[in-house]
T-cell receptor
Framework: GAVVSQHPSWVICKSGTSVKIECRSL??????MFWYRQFPKQSLMLMAT?????????EQGVEKDKFLINHASLTLSTLTVTSAHPEDSSFYIC???????????FGQGTRLTVV | GNSVTQMEGPVTLSEEAFLTINCTYT??????LFWYVQYPGEGLQLLLK?????DKGSNKGFEATYRKETTSFHLEKGSVQVSDSAVYFC????????????FGTGTRLQVTL
């Protein structure tokens, strides 16, 4: 099956700093990538949808200036958590799909801890 | 709107017991249905899927049948193993919606010896 790689797997950062998480589709071109946030023992909350070469579409309640998403190529999307605070600590998961309406493949997730 | 409802967990079973995790959905069109599994500290892995009514998805001993009449996609396994302990998510996908999955809340399964 298609492989999506997320990096890093975990990161610890200080409050006020920014953290970048990468999501790569290794063996297919991803027209669309999705970023999710997962709180402990809860389901996935979709944060935003990004299409290659265009601005991301954010879900209601997600701060676009805080969670910067860039989808510069068909194999790479990045999520930057700016001016991180402890409440941003969470598990972030990306997924990627090749075309509209097709199956999305998930990365292994990134655990962010802000201290 | 579209939604997925899963039975609440955690579900605790002894090894070799029969597993059922209920999932029902509401959708404005004709969705594809999925079960994903999440092992501790990891992302989601697709377990099985079904794209139309009466399809049965199966993988690793798990099965689920797409029941349009009851809008259900219950996950079953005849004999669970300790290694099946994980969180299971039911999800739906409507074509033409940019592959945006709608997830259930997840059901934690704990299998003991």
């Amino acid at each position: 099956g298609a492989v999506v790689s997320q990096h890093p797997s975990w990161v610890i950062c200080k409050s006020g700093t920014s953290v970048k998480i990468e999501c790569r589709s290794l063996d297919f071109q991803a027209t669309t990538m999705f970023w999710y946030r997962q709180f402990p023992k809860q389901s996935l909350m979709l944060m935003a949808t990004s299409n290659e070469g265009s601005k991301a579409t954010y879900e209601q309640g997600v701060e676009k200036d805080k969670f910067l998403i860039n989808h510069a190529s068909l194999t790479l999307s990045t999520l930057t958590v700016t001016s991180a605070h402890p409440e941003d600590s969470s598990f972030y998961i990306c997924s990627a799909s090749q075309a509209v309406g097709t199956e999305a493949f998930f990365g292994q997730g990134t655990r962010l801890t802000v201290v | 709107g579209n939604s997925v409802t899963q039975m609440e967990g955690p579900v605790t079973l002894s090894e070799e017991a029969f597993l059922t995790i209920n999932c029902t959905y509401t959708a404005t069109g004709y969705p594809s249905l999925f079960w994903y599994v999440q092992y501790p500290g990891e992302g989601l892995q697709l377990l099985l899927k079904a794209t139309k009514a009466d399809d049965k998805g199966s993988n690793k001993g798990f099965e689920a049948t797409y029941r349009k009449e009851t809008t259900s996609f219950h996950l079953e396994k005849g004999s669970v193993q300790v290694s099946d302990s994980a969180v299971y998510f039911c999800a739906l996908l409507l074509t033409g919606t940019a592959s945006k999955l709608t997830f259930g809340t997840g059901t934690r399964l704990q299998v003991t010896l």
